[in-house]
């Protein structure tokens, strides 16, 4: 896809990645058991002749209007703005799409790409729910089977979110193994796939896992920035100081960021789960904490102990409880051009509240986590300063955790 | 000539084919494990492909799943597996020994200090689930320098093209996966085994054992008429999880599976 270049810069271009084997540096690549091989050649070949075809980038550019909703809006936040009493807060509204989230951006892309695969059934891993949610949504479009794997941990605090796929006609698979949440549903869905590679196609949810996955999962994704550059040069008149996103496996903030790479007077800045504070392992931000090392078939930055097993995550937010993150991320932060903060469960709370109360808007605990870190900078900079939060998803799904943590059952 | 190859070489002059037991290190607590290896041995084992445990093994059922959950709980690491390798050969300088895992605690280690201590050890070979040949680049050489065969998987769905790929990059054995899925599932189909390994062969011209499915003596000797090593795993770990309160027990009853298997190829083999 093209790199947007709306300002001059005197920088060079950054390289165009991944390379022909799926690596974002060192990072990215193909670390999959042999059964898998074929069935991500496949997926890759499939991929690279459908992107360089008009016809299947109208349909999706069709889908995303009128089944998704797209473009969703980019909204000043006066009054949040005013309360920060900084810089100028924009929003972009992911929260809008259809189902709720970003997710399905990439959801109505993937469907599009197994409608042409001619396999006939669909699964998906899940943690929140959303992308579990999207699937299943496409899916009942296509007339599909899927199967959507999902931790016990997470199925009891995403209840809502649960039997929205069943409504849809997904099966929900509890996923028993691990942590019991997005890292093991995450591993049984490929097991699944391994057993059942000839009939069935996997929509990951992230910009993670095996090549192609980051590279079409970003893909589909940048349509978030491209439209941000569109509105900000239309309503605004110039581009932001920065981009901020929160970063689970990392697909919305990738979808900012990437239109962005080469306007390099853009800051962009990934928000991790701090969970109860970085201090200790209870978190789940392995790009401020952790090392590289290879899961779920890619290299990138983990989170694991001394002899390489992977650590339990901790966050208030389904979403963004995993240990690893998408390659590109690993890459963006060597080499400087992202930088990645984390907040902190309480932080996110506090600006659950705050959008809500100030705004109207009830966010996603993964976006609060963005808002959050946003409102911070906010306050530091100057009124003729521009912020651009990626506002992922809409905070629905989570009334029960807020609740919960309110001692309320509702 | 490495130790891997020595065993087949003689094994071929005798007409027999090699019996390849996995089991989990630490499972079911990290003692026990070099008593399995020799009573492995004992009954019948050619090479031992010892697993690493890894929280998060994505190509294994719930069988190993479990198995690792076990050794992990004793915090098994991969430097106690080494360790556990170097007290084998204390006794035992002749049965090859393979470790097979997942790349992370391989890569948390250090590529090069796990090859030194691992050649150190006496271990023959190195099978990582995780890393194929286009993943492997500066590893496999760092590998070999250290007299350190790699074995590869092949698996039903790789095309020719590609086989003939992974035979360049292959020492020891090729270790052709008879099923798609993951460890433990379904059992194996030796006609369609049988036909994928003429493919295998045609191409590949090490050794070939053949896992995954095999479950019984009557398996494990229709296997061996077609391949060159016979590779359980899950039947065995299967044994060690029904009695892991009892490690004695699960050994010997691991030894039971173990020698029904040998004892059935050696009859079909005899002939
Ligand atoms: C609303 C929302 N935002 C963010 C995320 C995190 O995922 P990613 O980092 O891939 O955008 C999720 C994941 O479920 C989500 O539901």
Redo the contacts between chains.
């Keep these: 896809m093209s790199n947007d270049k709306n300002t001059q810069n005197n920088q060079q271009d950054l390289p165009v990645l991944p390379d022909a ?1 799926g690596h974002f540096g060192i990072y990215g ?11 991500l050649d496949e997926l890759e070949t499939l991929y690279i002749k459908l992107s360089k075809d008009p016809a299947f980038q109208q349909e999706f550019d069709e889908d995303l209007a009128h089944y998704v909703g797209r473009p969703s809006p980019l909204y000043f936040a006066e009054q949040l703005t005013k309360h920060c009493g900084g810089a100028k807060i924009y929003l972009k509204r992911e929260d809008l799409n259809h189902t709720g989230a970003h997710k399905v951006n990439n959801t109505i892309g993937q469907a599009l790409l197994a409608k042409y695969s001619g396999k006939k059934k669909i699964i998906a891993e899940t943690g929140a729910g959303q992308h579990g949610v999207a699937t299943a949504t496409v899916a009942a479009r296509l007339g599909m089977e899927c199967k959507v794997f999902m931790g016990s941990t997470d199925i009891e605090r995403q209840k809502l979110n649960v039997y929205r796929m069943k409504l849809l006609g997904a099966e929900v698979i509890s996923v028993e ?2 942590t019991k949440t997005l ?2 549903a995450m ?1 049984d869905a ?2 699944h796939w ?5 009939d069935t196609f996997y929509i990951l949810g992230t910009a993670a896992g095996p090549h192609p996955y980051p590279m079409l999962v970003r893909d589909f994704q940048s349509i978030i920035g491209r439209e941000t550059i569109r509105q900000c040069d239309a309503q605004i008149g110039r581009q932001p100081d920065a981009v901020i996103a929160c970063i689970g496996g990392g697909s919305n903030a990738i979808g900012m960021f990437y239109p962005y790479l080469n306007m390099q007077d853009v800051r962009m800045i990934g928000v991790e789960a701090g969970g109860l504070g970085l201090a200790g392992d209870d978190h789940a931000a392995p790009l401020c904490k952790g090392r ?6 890619n ?1 990138t930055y ?1 989170m ?1 102990d ?5 650590m339990g995550t901790h966050s208030v937010s389904a979403g963004l409880d995993y240990p690893g993150v998408g390659p590109e991320h690993s890459w963006l932060k060597d080499i400087g051009r992202a930088e990645y903060v984390a907040a902190t469960d309480d932080e996110a709370l506090a600006a659950f509240r705050d959008l809500t109360r100030i705004e109207g808007i009830m966010p996603a605990l993964e976006s609060s986590h963005a808002i959050a870190h946003g409102m911070k900078m906010a306050k530091e900079m100057s009124s003729d300063q521009v912020l651009v939060i990626n506002l992922s998803g809409r905070g629905d799904k989570d009334i029960h955790t807020v609740a919960g943590i309110d001692g309320l059952d509702v | 000539m490495s130790r891997i190859a020595a065993l087949f070489l003689e094994l071929k002059k005798t007409g027999k084919k090699a019996l390849i037991p996995y089991v989990t290190a630490g499972d079911p607590n990290p003692t026990v494990t070099v008593d399995m290896m020799h009573g492995l041995v004992d009954a019948g084992a050619d090479i031992i492909e010892l697993g690493v445990p ?9 069988t190993i ?1 479990l198995a690792c ?1 076990r050794a ?1 709980e004793h ?1 098994t ?3 106690d597996v080494i360790a556990m390798v170097s007290e084998f050969r204390t006794t035992n300088t002749q049965t090859p020994v393979v470790l097979m895992g ?8 250090g590529y090069e200090a796990f090859a030194q201590a691992a050649q150190k050890s006496g271990i023959d070979g190195v099978l990582m ?4 040949p ?2 492997s680049g500066n590893n496999a050489k760092i590998f070999a320098d250290h007299q350190l065969d790699i074995i ?8 020719d093209a ?1 086989i003939s790929e ?1 035979a360049k990059f292959s020492s020891g054995y090729v270790y052709y ?1 008879s099923i ?3 460890t433990g ?1 379904a059992a194996i189909d030796v006609a369609d085994v049988s036909k994928n390994l003429e493919r295998i062969r045609s191409r590949v011209d090490i050794p070939v054992g053949v896992g995954f499915g095999i479950n019984n003596g009557e398996a494990a000797a229709a296997v061996a008429t077609v391949a060159d090593g016979v590779i359980v795993g899950s039947a065995l770990v299967n044994k060690i999880a029904a009695n892991a309160s009892q490690p004695e027990k699960a050994i010997s009853e691991v030894q039971g599976v173990l020698a029904e298997m040998r004892s059935a190829m050696n009859a079909n083999q005899g002939s």
Excluded: C, W
Excluded at chain 1, 306 to 310: F, L
């Design positions: 084997n690549g193909r670390f999959v058991s042999e059964t898998l091989s074929a069935a193994s691990g890292k093991d591993n490929m097991r391994v057993t059942h590679v000839d590289p090392g290879v899961l779920h078939g290299r983990l694991e001394e002899n390489g097993q992977i | 890894f929280s998060d093994p994505m190509a294994d059922g719930p799943q959950e992990l915090n690491s991969l430097r997942y790349l992370n605690p391989v890569e948390a280690m689930v995780d890393m194929p286009e993943e590869y998987l092949i698996a039903p769905t790789t095309t590609r992974i996966v798609k899925g993951v599932s």
